[in-house]
């Protein structure tokens, strides 16, 4: 297994939440998403900047 997490040259992050390619059909893929994005909000552009 490789690092999960990896910085890009331009300060970003890419992170790994599955061992295998993401497949949406997967429950337990899917519930890794559901966390990330729960806990990052700001992915995606989801967080209100009022």
Not at 21 to 42: I, T
């Amino acid at each position: 297994m490789g690092p999960r997490l990896r910085r890009t040259a331009t300060g970003g992050w890419v992170v790994r939440l599955t061992e295998t390619p993401l497949d949406l059909d997967n429950p337990a893929h899917l519930e890794a998403l559901v966390r990330a994005y729960d806990r990052f909000p700001e992915v995606g552009g989801r967080v209100n900047s009022r």
